[in-house]
């Protein structure tokens, strides 16, 4: 564990933001590519309208927001959180709108084209900098994923966190029971992470990831007391294997904490 935080000191959040949420990996004129993929897995999820509450709590954001954007309209406060004070600093720099942040735009405009409500991207992005409430400092590995006390969230959301922060499978499943706590019981949690993946790149640092399968992750969910909704697996094609990781898929669940 000690070795894995150590890794993290030299993480690049604009190498990283580079080289996963830049072309060829968000192309938004293919349903096919990696980005839309993620994009639609969480904008169905949430238009079920099973999702919805007071308190949705982002188990390490990094420096990315794409994963909270069909989340807004649902949630009275969004809580990101990171183990990096360097991605809280991107994450706070997005929210004040200074100049220099990542430019997610492309990405507000096409979650507003597939939730097809005719809300403006400037509508949705105003909404989202007033719902990022608090970014918080986490560690997956600490009790309570050494969050501060705070009323257990109505839902958890992460997206290539566990997998990328845990150095084995008992450490992944630990982490997994960690969060777990921070969620109220028929809480929903939805998950999207890397398939089969030992390392990625993120300039200078090169982190390792737990490789883990379909099995791996229904069999963490179900110990830590979830109940399954949905699970869906994305192959990574050639023309997406960069070089900037070893990644062979991604995939999207939804589960449910049980009563
Ligand atoms: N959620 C973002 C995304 O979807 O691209 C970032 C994922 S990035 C692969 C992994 C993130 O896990 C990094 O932001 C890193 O700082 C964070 N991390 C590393 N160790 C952690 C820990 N012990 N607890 C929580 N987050 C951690």
Redesign the pocket.
């Known amino acids: 564990?000690a070795a894995?935080?150590k890794s993290?000191q030299k993480?690049n959040p604009r190498a990283?933001l580079q080289n996963?949420?830049m072309p060829p990996r968000a192309n938004f004129t293919s349903e096919d590519c990696v980005v839309p993929w993620k994009l639609r897995c969480l904008a169905e999820a949430f238009s079920t309208g099973e999702l919805h509450g007071r308190t949705l709590i982002?188990?390490?954001?990094?420096?990315?927001i794409?994963?909270l954007l069909s989340a807004c309209d649902y949630f009275e406060e969004i809580i990101a959180?990171?183990?990096?004070e360097v991605?809280r600093e991107v994450l706070q720099g997005w929210v004040h709108g200074e100049s220099g942040a990542f430019d997610w735009s492309p990405y507000i405009q096409h979650v507003c084209q597939i939730e097809g409500k005719g809300e403006p991207w400037q509508v949705k992005e105003q909404k989202l900098r007033e719902k990022l409430k608090k970014i918080l400092p986490?560690?997956?590995?600490q009790p309570n994923?050494g969050l501060p006390a705070h009323r257990p969230a109505d839902a958890l959301i992460?997206?290539?966190?566990l997998e990328?922060?845990s150095p084995d499978l008992p450490s992944f499943q630990r982490?997994l029971r960690n969060v777990t706590t921070l969620l109220k019981p028929g809480g929903h949690f939805l998950m999207?992470g890397a398939l089969e993946e030992s390392f990625?790149l993120?300039g200078e640092a090169k982190?390792s990831v737990v490789p883990v399968t379909e099995e791996d992750v229904k069999e963490a969910l179900a110990k830590s007391g979830y109940r399954l909704h949905a699970f869906r697996a994305y192959i990574m094609p050639p023309s997406l294997k960069i070089g900037v990781d070893d990644v062979r898929g991604v995939f999207f669940t939804h589960a449910q904490k049980k009563l």
């Open positions: 564990m894995v935080g993290y993480f990283y996963n949420y982002d188990i390490g954001s990094g420096p990315t794409y994963q959180t990171d183990y990096l991605n986490i560690d997956i590995h994923a992460s997206t290539f966190c990328a922060a982490a999207i990625y993120a982190l």
